[in-house]
């Protein structure tokens, strides 16, 4: 086995700028083979693009029979060739190789992706290979422009990537859906004289556990920098399994200091739209693919979101919007209950048929942090439902204020004292600040069409899955 040539091309540039009578390198994995009479066709992806590169082989070439039985499904291999015009539809160039290095062989006969549509339940169970296919290949890349996005729409307004930790103390949502972290030996558990396990032996000295958000350490930030946003992994445990939460997932969460909730549902707004913009310059083929195999209307999704403005209505509002529709749902509709999956898809889908912002929430149903509204009902929340997802974004303007934030940690239950510097940020030069937290892989789902969650993170974690 030789070195990959460090001068090889990647193929997307190839297809896209590749002139006939060039000579290029390739490095790929073989994605199929066909043997003719006079000569074979191999295709070659290496993941730059949806789009491979049909090599053609020579008879001619040193050793062609030998080559040929190393050549199949999955093999990995270095190609130096001519670049040709090409006579098949669909492909400008194609390549006559020259000279043809199988890096590592494949057993085409146990190889898993076989040339045939596997479901994408079959796929998970082979997560180290289902990048391979046209369907994962688009998903990952276009989570990458996406992600390039987002740095670039926060970067170019200023905002500071700041990074929070993933081990905290703290329960940020106080909805007790945290995996605790622990070094002790859960074997043997050292007991206090109560008979309760002995935290103060353990690792921190406190029971520990992964975040389920960046959110109060981004305030901290913010009111040292103004604007600023955490982009890094959130934990849940999940005990539901749907289609839409993962235990692991990936968490966009912008905080801006002198910012009110309109100020917040602004910069949501501007934020997807410049997301959808960019995915769909950097990726128009994978875009294509997806309206064409996935979900037909993702394009036009796509384009809605950029061109329209996004409704935005009080949750009184919509509540009065979802008692009045012509349709039983699952759950009721109350004033005071949170919005349930289909009341969310309906509101989006097919009433506004476009992203819906509600805001002003019941105070009950939302965290201690969000600010209190003069009616003394609502708080300053917003969420942002998309078409085909339900929420998409959650955000909130939060308490500022240190007696009213006092008096909401003491009403959830909570413990005053554990939040003490979240408290000083108050006592300190508080300003009125506001921010959202974004679920990076719903946004995928979002942007591709792509029905589970699941098929939208390389290495998913759920309840019963931590495989890979
Ligand atoms: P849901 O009601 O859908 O469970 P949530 O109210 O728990 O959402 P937030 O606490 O507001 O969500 O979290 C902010 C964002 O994180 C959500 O808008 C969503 O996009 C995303 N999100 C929340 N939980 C998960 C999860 N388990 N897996 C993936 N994304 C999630
Ligand atoms: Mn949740």
């Known amino acids: 086995m030789s070195n990959p040539s460090p001068s090889s091309s990647r193929i997307a540039e190839i297809l896209r700028a590749g002139q006939p009578d060039e000579t290029v390198a390739v490095c790929g994995w073989v ?14 992806n290496d993941g ?35 670049l040709v015009e090409s006579p098949a539809k669909g492909q400008r160039l ?3 190789a020259s000279n043809v290095t199988v890096v590592g062989e494949s057993d085409g006969e146990t190889y898993p992706l076989q040339k045939k ?30 992600s390039n996005a987002i740095h670039e729409f926060f970067q170019e307004r200023g905002f500071m990537w700041v990074h929070t930790p993933i081990l905290t103390a703290s329960d940020c949502e106080g909805a007790g859906e945290m995996l605790g972290v622990t070094s002790l030996d859960l074997a043997n558990l050292p007991k206090t004289d109560k008979g309760a396990i002995d935290y103060g ?37 999940e005990n539901s399994n749907t289609s839409r939460h993962l235990a692991e997932f990936w968490m966009v969460e912008p905080e801006m200091a002198f910012c009110d909730l309109v100020g917040d549902m602004d910069l949501a707004e501007a934020f997807l739209k410049y997301i959808f913009s960019a995915v769909l ?4 083929e994978d875009m294509e693919f997806f309206n064409k195999r996935i979900d037909d209307t993702v394009l036009d999704r796509a384009r809605n979101i950029i061109d329209s403005g996004f409704e935005r209505v009080t949750y009184t509002k919509a509540i009065e919007i979802l008692e009045k529709a012509d349709r039983k749902f699952e759950y009721p509709v109350e ?8 009341h969310e898809r309906y509101l989006a889908e097919e009433f506004f048929k476009k992203p819906t912002v509600v ?39 939060r308490e500022e204020r240190l007696d009213d934030l006092t008096k909401r940690i003491e009403a959830q239950g909570l413990d005053v004292a554990d939040y003490w510097w979240y408290l000083d940020l108050r006592r300190y030069g508080s300003v009125p600040h506001a921010g959202f937290g974004l679920g990076f892989e719903r946004l995928v789902q979002f942007l591709t069409g792509m029905g589970n969650i699941r098929d939208v993170i390389p290495f998913p974690r759920a309840p019963l899955s931590i495989d890979f």
């Open 335 to 342: 004033w005071g209950t949170d919005l349930q999956s289909e």
């Open 48 to 82: 730059s693009s949806m789009a491979n590169l049909q090599v053609v082989l020579d008879p001619e070439l040193p050793s062609y029979t030998d080559l040929l039985k190393q050549i199949q499904t999955g093999a990995s291999v270095e190609i130096v060739g001519q």
């Open 359 to 397: 805001y002003d929430y019941p105070i009950g149903i939302k965290a201690f942090y969000m600010r209190a509204n003069d009616d003394g009902k609502t708080v300053a929340a917003m969420d942002v439902l998309a078409p085909g997802i339900g929420e998409i974004i959650g955000g909130s303007q």
């Open 281 to 284: 310059e950097q990726c128009p």
């Open 201 to 237: 032996q353990d690792f921190f000295g406190k029971p520990a556990y992964l975040t389920v958000s960046g959110q109060l350490e981004a305030e901290v930030m913010a009111m040292a920098f103004s604007n600023v946003y955490t982009f890094g992994p959130t934990f849940r445990a």
């Open 31 to 44: 994605r199929t083979k066909r043997e003719l009479k006079k000569f074979a066709f191999v295709e070659i």
């Open 94 to 96: 194609e390549m006559k």
């Open 117 to 146: 549509r596997h479901s994408f339940e079959f796929l998970r169970t082979i997560a180290h290979l289902r990048s391979r296919t046209n369907t994962l290949g688009a998903v990952f890349r276009v989570r990458n422009a996406a």
